[in-house]
């Protein structure tokens, strides 16, 4: 079984900085997609940020130039770091993990429980 734990969210003012984590627990031989998706009130689930074992990115238009997403292997965990936040950045983030290879079989999409970004003065 794979469980993903995102931590780091919160309150904060337009203009400011978090940093998002989330760290994959389980018995893991590896990951190879990791990303986070964010789904504000009355919107669907969207992409934010996805980065691969090798450490390429994809980013949402949106967040361009001002999120960064990365990742540890040996940890496993994947970042968010957030800056120049915006009200309509305000979203439950979900950390999301792809083809993650255990020692009973490989988990194909598996979400953590999300954390609340609220972006307000």
């Known amino acids: 079984q794979v469980q993903l734990v995102e931590s780091g969210g919160g309150l904060v003012q337009p203009g400011g900085s978090l940093r998002l984590s989330c760290a994959a627990s389980g018995s893991i031989f590896s990951i190879n997609v990791m990303g986070w998706y964010r789904q504000a009130p009355g919107k669907q689930r969207e992409s934010v940020a996805v980065?691969?074992?090798?450490?390429?990115?994809n980013y949402a238009d949106s967040v361009k130039n001002r999120f960064t997403i990365s990742r540890d292997n040996a940890k496993k965990m994947v970042y968010l770091q957030m800056n120049s936040l915006k009200p309509e950045d305000t979203a439950v983030y979900y950390c999301?993990?792809?083809?993650?290879?255990?020692?009973?079989?490989?988990?194909?999409?598996?979400w953590g429980q999300g954390t609340q970004v609220t972006v307000s003065s």
């Open positions: 999301n993990a792809r083809d993650v290879k255990t020692n009973i079989g490989t988990y194909y999409n598996s």
């Open positions: 980065i691969s074992s090798g450490g390429a990115t």
